[in-house]
């Protein structure tokens, strides 16, 4: 063999002895800024680190920004012989073949670690955040608006407020180190280059080009997206600015919606009337809820929203009743009919008159008048106790067998067992405080003639 041969055959065989030395010496120490568990165990073996950790107290203490925010009570760490194996599990997990100098941070869940201290620990540090928060300035994410057909983004503002979640989770992981000083985590604003916000500007520029109809009961009404939204944002969640649309809402309602206005109405004795406005049944169209729909729907590219999910009323219906009713004036066929002066009452199902009875309404010489109007009947009830007091001041609780109110302040159809005066004109000076009295033979029949939300039309 030339001597040039051999001389470089030897230079190999050096290298592969280095190589392996250095291998064994990586395989069996800790590179040199790793720490487990806080403490640092660079350049020592698994038995070694072993001891320094099996050693070592833990402080308990927790340090923010260079400020302790928790004293704790020093303890042993809590490693016995059965953890030599994580340690050893440990030193595999950041093994490279050639020494780094890159900080590694390890964890090991001491075999008799004292879990109590540690939970105390974290609740007691997680508050401590939440209060230092407090006197903090939150980030403001960026935001995309859209107006007047164009979509742009405001930037968005950093602050100093503490990232909880991040520093919970930090804590969670490191409730074992020796000591432990929590990053400073900030909660950071959503960018302008975030996928969310990207995605947001996308969608909203598609309003440009929308329309959607409104259905209100049989008529139809066409938007563009700018006759609706003046102003649309998304920061985390949509707003939208729709007052540009109330003109438009108030127009349909005068032409459409029946909540506060007269009925016409056709009597037992086929006489037309207009009824009273001051009642409960009714409905209009919610300004704000139709903006608020019909904005979301353009956004959502639908084509049609129906106003039966904007609407309002008055008493315990705050969505309204009577949408869509057609018969009768908007009334239906199911009702029920009071004439004050008549003194009587007539129970309507299906068109068909199901029973009818004399009353007593409201006493007329003290202003306690049955309300005239459209009301409905807000609920029923047997076995009921009605209580308040009349305008005389005197106060009652009265228990009764049935129980229909149609007004919030209490004035519905009850058996009233107590009356003697059930003359045609008793009303006027020995009348209620305002209910529809019955007598007890009629008002199980008149209770049973009538529903829930059903009109009480009074006259």
Same mark, same amino acid.
């Given at each position: 063999?030339?001597? *040039?041969?051999?001389?470089?055959?030897?230079?190999?065989?050096?290298?592969?002895?280095?190589?392996?030395?250095?291998?064994?010496?990586?395989?069996?120490?800790?590179?040199?800024?790793?720490?487990?568990?806080? &403490?640092?165990?660079?350049?020592?073996?698994?038995?070694?680190?072993?001891?320094?950790?099996?050693?070592?107290?833990?402080?308990?203490?927790?340090?923010?920004?260079?400020?302790?925010?928790?004293?704790?009570?020093?303890?042993?760490?809590?490693?016995?012989?059965?953890?030599?194996?994580?340690?050893?599990?440990?030193?595999?997990?950041?093994?490279?073949?050639?020494?780094?100098?890159?900080?590694?941070?390890?964890?090991?869940?001491?075999?008799?670690?004292?879990?109590?201290?540690?939970?105390?620990?974290?609740?007691?540090?997680?508050?401590?955040?939440?209060?230092?928060?407090?006197?903090?300035?939150?980030?403001?994410?960026?935001?995309?608006?859209?107006?007047?057909?164009?979509?742009?983004?405001?930037?968005?503002?950093?602050?100093?407020?503490?990232?909880?979640?991040?520093?919970?989770?930090?804590?969670?992981?490191?409730?074992?180190?020796?000591?432990?000083?929590?990053?400073?985590?900030?909660?950071?604003?959503?960018?302008?280059?975030?996928?969310?916000?990207?995605?947001?500007?996308?969608?909203?520029?598609?309003?440009?080009?929308?329309?959607? #109809?409104?259905?209100?009961?049989?008529?139809?009404?066409?938007?563009?997206?700018?006759?609706?939204?003046?102003?649309?944002?998304?920061?985390?969640?949509?707003?939208?600015?729709?007052?540009?649309?109330?003109?438009?809402?108030?127009?349909?309602?005068?032409?459409?919606?029946?909540?506060?206005?007269?009925?016409?109405?056709?009597?037992?004795?086929?006489?037309?009337?207009?009824?009273?406005?001051?009642?409960?049944?009714?409905?209009?169209?919610?300004?704000?809820?139709?903006?608020?729909?019909?904005?979301?729907?353009?956004?959502?590219?639908?084509?049609?929203?129906?106003?039966?999910?904007?609407?309002?009323?008055?008493?315990? #219906?705050?969505?309204?009743?009577?949408?869509?009713?057609?018969?009768?004036?908007?009334?239906?066929?199911?009702? &029920?009919?009071?004439?004050?002066?008549?003194?009587?009452?007539?129970?309507?199902?299906?068109?068909?008159?199901?029973?009818?009875?004399?009353?007593? #309404? *409201?006493?007329?010489?003290?202003?306690?008048?049955?309300?005239?109007?459209?009301?409905?009947?807000?609920?029923?009830?047997?076995?009921?106790?009605?209580?308040?007091?009349?305008?005389?001041?005197?106060?009652?609780?009265?228990?009764?067998?049935?129980?229909?109110?149609?007004?919030?302040?209490?004035?519905?159809?009850?058996?009233?067992?107590?009356?003697?005066?059930?003359?045609?004109?008793?009303?006027?000076?020995?009348?209620?405080?305002?209910?529809?009295?019955?007598?007890?033979?009629?008002?199980?029949?008149?209770?049973?003639?009538?529903?829930?939300?059903?009109?009480?039309?009074?006259?």
């Amino acid at each position: 063999m030339k001597k *040039g041969t051999r001389i470089a055959w030897t230079a190999i065989g050096i290298i592969v002895i280095v190589l392996g030395l250095n291998y064994w010496y990586q395989a069996t120490h800790f590179n040199k800024h790793v720490t487990v568990n806080g &403490v640092a165990v660079g350049g020592m073996n698994a038995q070694q680190a072993y001891h320094k950790l099996s050693s070592t107290k833990i402080s308990n203490n927790v340090y923010l920004n260079g400020h302790k925010i928790y004293t704790g009570i020093a303890h042993d760490a809590g490693f016995t012989s059965a953890d030599q194996v994580k340690v050893k599990a440990a030193l595999k997990k950041q093994v490279t073949f050639f020494p780094s100098s890159k900080q590694r941070s390890l964890t090991i869940q001491p075999s008799n670690a004292n879990k109590s201290a540690a939970k105390e620990m974290r609740a007691a540090v997680n508050d401590k955040i939440a209060i230092l928060n407090q006197t903090r300035t939150k980030p403001v994410d960026a935001k995309v608006t859209w107006a007047d057909n164009h979509v742009s983004v405001i930037q968005p503002k950093k602050g100093n407020y503490y990232d909880e979640q991040r520093l919970a989770n930090y804590l969670r992981h490191h409730q074992y180190d020796a000591t432990i000083k929590l990053p400073t985590y900030y909660l950071q604003p959503l960018g302008p280059g975030s996928a969310t916000i990207k995605r947001e500007q996308k969608k909203l520029q598609a309003l440009n080009n929308r329309q959607v #109809t409104y259905q209100v009961e049989d008529k139809q009404y066409k938007f563009n997206a700018d006759q609706v939204i003046s102003k649309a944002t998304y920061d985390g969640s949509y707003h939208f600015d729709t007052r540009k649309l109330n003109s438009k809402i108030r127009e349909i309602n005068e032409k459409q919606a029946t909540l506060g206005k007269p009925f016409k109405f056709r009597t037992h004795a086929d006489k037309e009337i207009k009824t009273a406005t001051g009642g409960s049944y009714g409905w209009k169209i919610n300004t704000h809820k139709a903006g608020q729909s019909l904005a979301k729907a353009l956004l959502d590219n639908k084509s049609t929203v129906n106003a039966k999910a904007d609407l309002e009323g008055r008493g315990y #219906t705050a969505h309204g009743l009577g949408y869509g009713v057609t018969k009768n004036n908007g009334l239906g066929n199911t009702y &029920v009919e009071v004439s004050i002066e008549q003194q009587h009452a007539w129970f309507y199902k299906n068109g068909k008159l199901a029973y009818s009875a004399d009353i007593v #309404t *409201g006493k007329h010489s003290t202003g306690e008048d049955t309300p005239k109007g459209v009301w409905y009947i807000l609920y029923q009830q047997k076995n009921a106790t009605l209580k308040g007091s009349s305008k005389s001041g005197h106060t009652y609780s009265q228990p009764v067998k049935y129980w229909s109110p149609f007004t919030d302040s209490g004035d519905g159809f009850h058996d009233a067992p107590w009356r003697s005066n059930w003359s045609p004109s008793a009303y006027l000076s020995d009348g209620s405080n305002g209910c529809c009295n019955m007598h007890p033979g009629d008002a199980g029949p008149a209770f049973e003639a009538m529903e829930t939300h059903e009109p009480v039309i009074i006259y």
